[in-house]
Structure formats: structure tokens, C-alpha cells
């Protein structure tokens, strides 16, 4: 549900930005968000709990909606780095009021391994910084509606990337893979690449 927040930025996008889309451009749209949602799915019981937090997943998918359109409008008189800047200044100072509870704190006192752990948490920050820098970037230069769909394909490289840790690292990650999981994950796949692609190559 999270991940079908793009149907909801181009919903958004084509009446208060003016942006158009041919009636190609919508089904890869629709392909690439339900591959999403569907390589998302763990295949066991996940009916139920969808069911039970339904609401919470569309309110933050519209919310990821909300925000894309309103960057993307800002960005018409907002230069790229300051914009980036405001987000993160927001993000980070909000994230560390939360973190700074005792609990955390005596937490991470005591956590085995923490050197490990935290040089693990710092590689992981740079790329995340990385990937949010090139969004922002691409929300300047292209269509919100199209771009958000490329960036929700992200389940498709997150399942891509189990697969190579399972081979290199099995005794690391509890991913259990059944034959109707690798069907289910193969039919989204084929769907994300097929909107992605659709969406590159159609103007």
C-alpha cells in the first residue's frame, strides 16, 4: 500500500501541476506500482495484517504524495541544495529528539558488537543520503507523477538484493523463499521492469 503512493502522486500532479499523461503512461503507472505491492508480500498471512493496518499504509502513501507534489512545487522557485537542506535538517533534527530517550542511549551502551554496528549504520546512512539526493534531483528535472513511480519500484532492487545475500550470507537473513514466493516475486518483477521500461522509452 505504502508503495502505491505513485497512483496517488499522479492523481495529485496532473490537476495542480498541469502535468499530462497519455493513457500509456497511466497503465505503466499501474504495472509498476502493483509489481511493487506485490514483491512486497510475504505470502503468509499477510491478508490479515494488511487488513489490521490498511488505513495507517494509505494515510502514509498519501502523505509520500502529498510530499513529492509539494517538492516538486517548491522546487520551481526553491533552489536544488537549499530544498535538500530544509528536508534535512527537518528529518534529522526530528529523528535525533526521538533518539535521545535514555532508553536509547543505555541501549546503545551496552550493545554487543556496537563498533560493528554502527560502522554497518554509517555505510548504510551514505548510501541513503545518496539515494535521496539523486530523488530530489530527479523530481526537479522530470514529471513528479513518472518519477515517483520509478522511485517505488524500490522493492524490485530490495528483493534482488536478499537474493545475492542469501547466496553470499544464508546464515545472515532469514528470507525464507518457497517456490510460490520466487513465482509471485517473478511475475512482479517482470511488471516493475515493464512499467520502468514503458515509462523511459514513451514521451
Same mark, same amino acid.
Request: charged share 15%; net charge positive.
Given at each position: 500500500?505504502?508503495?502505491?503512493?505513485?497512483?496517488?502522486?499522479?492523481?495529485?500532479?496532473?490537476?495542480?501541476?498541469?502535468?499530462?499523461?497519455?493513457?500509456?503512461?497511466?497503465?505503466?503507472?499501474?504495472?509498476?506500482?502493483?509489481?511493487?505491492?506485490?514483491?512486497?508480500l510475504r505470502?503468509?498471512?499477510?491478508?490479515?495484517?494488511?487488513?489490521?493496518?490498511?488505513?495507517?499504509?494509505?494515510?502514509?502513501?498519501?502523505?509520500?504524495?502529498?510530499?513529492?507534489?509539494?517538492?516538486?512545487?517548491?522546487?520551481?522557485?526553491?533552489?536544488?541544495?537549499?530544498?535538500?537542506?530544509?528536508?534535512?535538517?527537518?528529518?534529522?533534527?526530528?529523528?535525533?529528539?526521538?533518539?535521545? !530517550?535514555?532508553? @536509547?542511549?543505555?541501549?546503545?551502551?551496552? /550493545?554487543?558488537?556496537?563498533?560493528?554496528?554502527l560502522g554497518? +549504520?554509517? =555505510?548504510?546512512?551514505?548510501?541513503?543520503?545518496?539515494?535521496?539526493?539523486?530523488?530530489?534531483?530527479?523530481?526537479?528535472?522530470?514529471?513528479?507523477?513518472?518519477?515517483?513511480?520509478?522511485?517505488?519500484?524500490?522493492?524490485?532492487?530490495?528483493?534482488?538484493?536478499?537474493?545475492?545475500?542469501?547466496?553470499?550470507?544464508?546464515?545472515?537473513?532469514?528470507?525464507?523463499?518457497? !517456490?510460490?514466493? @520466487?513465482?509471485?516475486?517473478?511475475?512482479? /518483477?517482470?511488471?516493475?521492469?515493464?512499467?520502468?521500461?514503458? +515509462?523511459? =522509452?514513451?514521451?
Open positions: 500500500m505504502v508503495h502505491a503512493h505513485p497512483v496517488f502522486v499522479a492523481v495529485l500532479a496532473v490537476p495542480l501541476l498541469d502535468e499530462t499523461l497519455t493513457a500509456v503512461q497511466w497503465l505503466a503507472i499501474f504495472m509498476t506500482v502493483a509489481g511493487a505491492v506485490l514483491i512486497s505470502g503468509q498471512g499477510w491478508g490479515t495484517r494488511l487488513r489490521r493496518s490498511f488505513g495507517m499504509l494509505l494515510a502514509s502513501g498519501l502523505l509520500f504524495a502529498v510530499a513529492n507534489v509539494a517538492t516538486k512545487y517548491a522546487s520551481e522557485s526553491v533552489p536544488f541544495w537549499n530544498m535538500y537542506s530544509i528536508t534535512a535538517i527537518c528529518l534529522g533534527g526530528t529523528f535525533l529528539l526521538l533518539s535521545m !530517550r535514555p532508553s @536509547v542511549i543505555s541501549e546503545l551502551r551496552n /550493545m554487543e558488537g556496537r563498533n560493528l554496528t554497518v +549504520i554509517g =555505510v548504510n546512512e551514505t548510501l541513503a543520503l545518496a539515494g535521496i539526493i539523486l530523488s530530489f534531483w530527479a523530481i526537479e528535472r522530470g514529471p513528479v507523477s513518472l518519477v515517483s513511480t520509478v522511485m517505488g519500484s524500490r522493492p524490485f532492487f530490495v528483493f534482488l538484493y536478499v537474493v545475492l545475500l542469501r547466496r553470499l550470507l544464508p546464515a545472515k537473513l532469514d528470507e525464507r523463499l518457497s !517456490r510460490g514466493i @520466487v513465482a509471485l516475486k517473478v511475475i512482479s /518483477m517482470a511488471l516493475v521492469v515493464g512499467g520502468v521500461a514503458i +515509462i523511459n =522509452v514513451v514521451d
